[in-house]
């Protein structure tokens, strides 16, 4: 890619050609590193008041965006009671709201040993474990394990984003960047819907994106000193590690910090290099001690299950979301030829007779349910087999999946246009919310395009970089599935308008400087 080089114009209405350190006039304060932490402490605790007072509401919120393309949570409130009292975990019991105290939880263990569950319909075996997590600590801030909400932690990592966001950007010198750029994120009626009205976790992927680029503006910005990259690397990589055993899809925002890193000026490539490196065995050393850690838990449930005389669990497990199966019912998005469907039972009918040609032993199913008729891992019907951890089902779906590409290339690549048009066209629209009051206007992603070719024309390689930060937030609805509301997901349109209003602003106090009582600065001499 090539270089910007120096110049840069029109940054966050504070044009180089405007810059007067004499005077002090509204243009003149933005560079003033004390008006941006005066407009920092106005402005954080509006935007915490007016995102609780979201939060207050969610019947009013605005419910025609939402994902509806995946369940995202099963059971994991089943779990909490044992969590919460005696950090076991999985561990749920059969008893409805029995006492909630730590002796009630003893005397489950010591006298109802067959009420004792450690797996509660297909929850734990499907991994993402800190999801039950996120329900404990809403079960610590109210000191009761009854009726746990996803939308207290949740909101918390939607408020503490923004904030860091803010905080980011103002830090950075943009202010009026990060004013704008947090109302219309705070505002954006997908996320809203799900972290303040839906008891789910599909608002983790730009919960995630916010702090990530909130972290990264120093290293966009090229205002970062020798030791922030790495620090930064490091706090992503235990973001993500972690984020991963929440929701899979936040998981892609690890190649626009890759990308930030390669795309740093005046640092050897040896030295980005590296920072991806560290990057990416960081993002596997997290999430390979998660797993670690939950591999522990599970067996210390068992044992404390099995001593008290009851039956465990022990059938196969996963820990972090399956990437082949979703991959292979996501051609049905756009699929009007061969028959796919989003739908797990249909990828079961398609591949249990191949699994039984295979020698695979599959369960009497009458094709409709998503679960097998009467078969179970433990002789008291506990704990139920699952349709999709029939031994080689995932790989099956693997070789199902490109053999349906490879078949008819061209169908596939319909696909992946049409997915690329619903990104541009079918997106959240530029919203303003605050408690009742409500406007949208519908904007596309086709800008991007132009606004990028106007950055790099401006040489603004902040705003450059910037824009191409988010575009991740669009490859899960690219490469696996583009229906049911996964394209509302994507960001990058929303950062793009608010980066071109920003320069825009900016042009105009450049072409009529006279408005801010300013001359317009004679061009720098052209070198010898």
């Known amino acids: ?149 996803y939308t207290f932690a949740n909101g918390w990592a939607f408020r503490i984003a923004l904030l860091a966001l803010l905080i980011s950007f103002c830090w950075a010198g943009y202010p009026f960047l990060a004013t704008v750029l947090v109302v219309v994120l705070g505002s954006n009626p997908f996320q809203l819907h799900e972290i303040y009205a839906r008891e789910n976790v599909h608002g983790w992927v730009i919960t995630t994106a916010i702090v990530l680029l909130a972290l990264m503006v120093p290293v966009l910005k090229a205002n970062r000193g020798r030791i922030y990259p790495w620090f930064a690397a490091l706090l992503s990589a235990l973001w993500l590690g972690s984020v991963v055993h929440i929701r899979s899809e936040p998981v892609v925002m690890l190649l626009a910090v890759a990308a930030a890193f390669l ?75 061969y028959g796919f469907k989003w739908d797990d039972r249909w990828a079961a009918r398609k591949l249990f007779p191949r699994l039984r040609e295979q020698g695979v032993e599959i369960p009497p199913w009458d094709g409709t349910t998503y679960r097998f008729m009467d078969a179970w891992h433990d002789d008291g019907k506990r704990y139920y087999k699952a349709l999709l951890l029939i031994p080689g089902f995932y790989e099956l779906s693997k070789e199902s999946y490109f053999a349906a590409i490879a078949n008819d290339p061209w169908w596939y690549t319909k696909i992946l246009l049409k997915r690329g048009w619903a990104l541009l066209t079918d997106l959240t629209p530029l919203s303003l919310e605050a408690g009742s009051w409500r406007w949208q206007i519908p904007i596309s992603g086709l800008w991007l395009g132009p606004v990028l070719w106007i950055m790099w024309r401006e040489k603004n390689q902040f705003f450059f970089k910037l824009l191409l930060f988010t575009l991740p937030t669009c490859l899960p609805a690219f490469v696996m599935y583009a229906g049911r509301g996964m394209t509302f997901m994507a960001i990058y349109h929303l950062i793009a308008f608010m980066v071109l209003l920003t320069w825009l602003l900016g042009r105009l106090w450049e072409v009529f400087p006279t408005l801010a009582g300013h001359k317009k600065a004679d061009p720098p001499a052209e070198p010898v």
Not at 49 to 76: C, I, K
Not at 282 to 293: L, M, N
């Open 1 to 149: 890619m090539a270089s910007f080089g120096p110049h840069q114009s029109a940054h966050d209405l504070v044009p180089a050609a405007l810059e007067k350190p004499s005077s002090l006039t509204p243009l003149s304060l933005l560079k003033h590193s004390w008006f941006r932490w005066l407009w920092l402490c106005i402005t954080a605790p509006i935007l915490l008041y007016w995102q609780f007072q979201l939060a207050l509401q969610p019947q009013q919120l605005d419910h025609t965006y939402s994902n509806r393309a995946g369940v995202g949570v099963h059971r994991e409130e089943a779990f909490v009671y044992f969590l919460y009292h005696l950090n076991l975990y999985p561990l749920a019991t059969t008893l409805q709201e029995p006492e909630d105290s730590a002796t009630e939880a003893r005397r489950l263990i010591e006298q109802e040993a067959d009420t004792l569950r450690t797996e509660v319909n297909h929850t734990a075996r499907y991994g993402e474990h800190l999801k039950s997590h996120l329900l404990l600590l809403d079960a610590l801030q109210k000191q009761s394990t009854r009726h746990p909400s």
């Open 263 to 337: 795309l740093m000026e005046k640092v050897s490539i040896l030295q980005r290099l590296a920072l991806v490196v560290v990057l990416f065995l960081g993002y596997g050393t997290v999430s390979t001690a998660w797993h670690d850690y939950f591999t522990w838990k599970i067996e210390q449930s068992t044992q404390v299950v099995q001593k008290a005389g009851g039956v465990p669990y022990q059938g196969p497990r996963e820990f972090t979301h399956q990437f082949w199966h979703p991959l292979h019912v996501g051609l049905a998005d756009f699929d009007q030829k």
